[in-house]
């Protein structure tokens, strides 16, 4: 508001008297404004200047180092699944030599060889990356048979089941997979058409395994063809590579390397609407789409230390995040035991957001330490799908460590019309952890000793812990290393979630 105290003449005495009150009043406010004004700041950048309300030289380049470093660590973690899906198309072709549409299977499962955000070795996993860019509309053709599957965008966003939980259920079908802004013709019938809004999409494929028969699954898997749809009338076989054994890894990098792989995944892809704002923050750090990365020195300064801050903050979300979605009451649920240190892997939802806000502390929650999301996982009911838990304490609350001895018990019961299956995860890697035994993980369908009342038993600690007897009940971990466990319901049931049945927390044992 501009202060001006010149009042009009009064008609009266007493306005008169009114008026020099309040004109006095204003003169004083104008007064006390302009002498509240600061010519120093302490802040936590160190003292900064402004003579005669003009910054400084020092203190405008503070500021803006500083401006950018804060906007270069939020666009780290706004980045984070985009960056995670482009390591894995970066690692796929790197450690495989599995280029786009090549189809990669776990014939003989996962392992722990492989660094993978929180995989699992319980189901026949077959995947491809497709850049509809390139290629133009893709066709993802799935026989009939035991199969569920994902297509994800490289925000991790779920654009459609298929197999089971798909509109094809497990019957076999067609999908096709349009560019965004696609223009051409689309076919009438045959298809299931999804309009997709980026050029790079990852199509996962598990293969259940049943009464047993790996071998069928990993045909099932097999039968699974993605092609152009241009190669439609004669396409191409798809080839195979196995990851199963493998050296490989597919977690985002540290340092540089991820605002590499960010850039390249900026550059190949449109920019969604909601991410215009992170556009705009990453530009004078040299991010710009349709432009080379190149920073400067001042640039990779800022940005190195935003990578390792960005990572630090990735962490503390995975690992204290439920306790944080706690004290502000989001998320679709935190504990699925009350009581117990469990809590629902799932609080982000397969778009990312709600009708009042982005799921960002969400989103990262899950995908600094998972990969997918779909429809299928996080139901929160009796059905096809599934949904998981994790613990990062142990019944005292302290954190797992490798070096000591845990027991859970698994209740009777167990509510999971499938199976269940629980893996030991590396803190450092949020991937199974790498025991000379290389298998970090026990389902209901292994051999495992089961007590007189129908529970199960299950061991965690360094070698030779297992009680006598167990150790087909016992997973090896490594002394000096953190790990946390992963509970997997697939198809669950109903005592999952209405208090029925009850997993206990891990507790250390003597």
Same mark, same amino acid.
């Given at each position: 508001?501009?202060?001006?105290?010149?009042?009009?003449?009064?008609?009266?005495?007493?306005?008169?008297?009114?008026?020099?009150?309040?004109?006095?009043?204003?003169?004083?406010?104008?007064?006390?404004?302009?002498?509240?004004?600061?010519?120093?700041?302490?802040?936590?950048?160190?003292?900064?200047? %402004?003579?005669?309300?003009?910054?400084?030289?020092?203190?405008?380049?503070?500021?803006?180092?500083?401006?950018?470093?804060?906007?270069?660590?939020?666009?780290?973690?706004?980045?984070?699944?985009?960056?995670?899906?482009?390591?894995?198309?970066?690692?796929?072709?790197?450690?495989?030599?599995?280029?786009?549409?090549?189809?990669?299977?776990?014939?003989?499962?996962?392992?722990?060889?492989?660094?993978?955000?929180?995989?699992?070795?319980?189901?026949?996993?077959?995947?491809?990356?497709?850049?509809?860019?390139?290629?133009?509309?893709?066709?993802?053709?799935?026989?009939?048979?035991?199969?569920?599957?994902?297509?994800?965008?490289?925000?991790?966003?779920?654009?459609?089941?298929?197999?089971?939980?798909?509109?094809?259920?497990?019957?076999?079908?067609?999908?096709?997979?349009?560019?965004?802004?696609?223009?051409?013709?689309?076919?009438?019938?045959?298809?299931?058409?999804?309009?997709?809004?980026?050029?790079?999409?990852?199509?996962?494929?598990?293969?259940?395994?049943?009464?047993?028969?790996?071998?069928?699954?990993?045909?099932?898997?097999?039968?699974?063809?993605?092609?152009?749809?241009?190669?439609? #009338?004669?396409?191409?076989?798809?080839?195979?590579?196995?990851?199963?054994?493998?050296? +490989?890894?597919?977690?985002?990098?540290?340092?540089?390397?991820?605002?590499?792989?960010?850039?390249?995944?900026?550059?190949?892809?449109?920019?969604?609407? #909601?991410?215009?704002?992170? +556009?705009?923050?990453?530009?004078?750090?040299?991010?710009?789409?349709?432009?080379? %990365?190149?920073?400067?020195?001042?640039?990779?300064?800022?940005?190195?230390?935003?990578? #390792?801050?960005?990572?630090?903050?990735?962490?503390?979300?995975?690992?204290?995040?439920?306790?944080?979605?706690?004290?502000?009451?989001?998320?679709?649920?935190?504990?699925?035991?009350?009581?117990?240190?469990?809590?629902?892997?799932?609080?982000?939802?397969?778009?990312?957001?709600?009708?009042?806000?982005?799921?960002?502390?969400?989103?990262?929650?899950?995908?600094?330490?998972?990969?997918?999301?779909?429809?299928?996982?996080?139901?929160?009911?009796?059905?096809?799908?599934?949904?998981?838990?994790?613990?990062?304490?142990?019944?005292?609350?302290?954190?797992?460590?490798?070096?000591?001895?845990?027991?859970?018990?698994?209740?009777?019961?167990?509510?999971?019309?499938?199976?269940?299956?629980?893996?030991?995860?590396?803190?450092?890697?949020?991937?199974?952890?790498?025991?000379?035994?290389?298998?970090?993980?026990?389902?209901?369908?292994?051999?495992?000793?089961?007590?007189?009342?129908?529970?199960?038993?299950?061991?965690?600690?360094?070698?030779?812990?297992?009680?006598?007897?167990?150790?087909?009940?016992?997973?090896?971990?490594?002394?000096?290393?953190?790990?946390?466990? +992963?509970? #997997?319901?697939?198809?669950?049931?109903?005592?999952?979630?209405?208090?029925?049945?009850?997993?206990?927390?891990?507790?250390? +044992?003597?």
């Amino acid at each position: 508001m501009k202060c001006n105290p010149k009042l009009r003449s009064p008609a009266t005495h007493s306005t008169a008297a009114a008026v020099l009150v309040l004109s006095v009043t204003m003169m004083t406010g104008c007064a006390q404004t302009a002498q509240v004004q600061p010519q120093t700041a302490d802040t936590r950048i160190g003292k900064l200047s %402004f003579e005669n309300g003009f910054p400084t030289e020092e203190t405008a380049r503070k500021l803006f180092d500083e401006m950018d470093y804060q906007r270069a660590v939020q666009a780290y973690l706004w980045g984070y699944p985009a960056v995670s899906f482009e390591s894995i198309r970066v690692g796929t072709l790197r450690d495989l030599g599995a280029d786009l549409t090549d189809m990669v299977i776990a014939d003989n499962y996962a392992d722990p060889k492989g660094r993978w955000l929180t995989a699992n070795d319980t189901t026949i996993y077959g995947y491809t990356n497709v850049d509809l860019g390139k290629s133009g509309p893709i066709v993802v053709e799935l026989p009939a048979g035991a199969l569920v599957g994902i297509i994800d965008d490289f925000w991790q966003r779920s654009i459609s089941d298929v197999g089971l939980p798909g509109p094809d259920g497990g019957k076999g079908g067609k999908y096709l997979l349009l560019p965004p802004g696609y223009k051409g013709n689309v076919p009438k019938t045959g298809f299931y058409v999804l309009q997709g809004t980026m050029n790079n999409y990852n199509v996962m494929i598990r293969g259940i395994v049943q009464e047993g028969d790996r071998n069928g699954a990993v045909q099932t898997v097999k039968r699974v063809k993605v092609y152009p749809l241009s190669e439609r #009338r004669d396409p191409k076989p798809n080839k195979f590579t196995s990851m199963s054994g493998k050296v +490989m890894d597919t977690t985002p990098p540290t340092g540089m390397a991820y605002w590499e792989r960010l850039s390249a995944f900026i550059n190949n892809n449109p920019v969604q609407a #909601r991410d215009l704002f992170y +556009m705009a923050m990453v530009k004078p750090l040299g991010i710009e789409k349709g432009k080379e %990365f190149k920073p400067n020195a001042r640039q990779r300064a800022i940005l190195e230390e935003a990578a #390792r801050m960005g990572d630090a903050m990735g962490r503390v979300m995975l690992f204290d995040g439920p306790d944080r979605f706690r004290q502000v009451g989001e998320g679709l649920g935190i504990d699925p035991f009350p009581g117990t240190n469990w809590h629902w892997v799932f609080q982000v939802n397969p778009v990312q957001q709600t009708d009042s806000y982005g799921q960002i502390d969400e989103r990262l929650h899950y995908t600094y330490g998972a990969i997918y999301t779909t429809p299928a996982l996080g139901i929160m009911k009796a059905g096809p799908g599934g949904n998981y838990a994790q613990a990062f304490k142990d019944k005292n609350g302290d954190r797992l460590v490798g070096g000591k001895s845990y027991r859970l018990r698994v209740p009777a019961n167990a509510p999971a019309e499938q199976f269940w299956s629980l893996t030991l995860y590396d803190t450092a890697t949020r991937s199974m952890i790498q025991n000379p035994s290389n298998d970090s993980a026990r389902s209901s369908l292994d051999k495992l000793k089961t007590n007189a009342d129908g529970s199960i038993d299950l061991y965690f600690g360094p070698v030779a812990s297992a009680p006598a007897g167990m150790e087909a009940n016992w997973i090896e971990t490594l002394p000096g290393k953190g790990f946390y466990p +992963m509970m #997997r319901f697939y198809t669950p049931k109903a005592g999952l979630f209405d208090g029925t049945w009850k997993l206990p927390d891990i507790e250390p +044992m003597k």
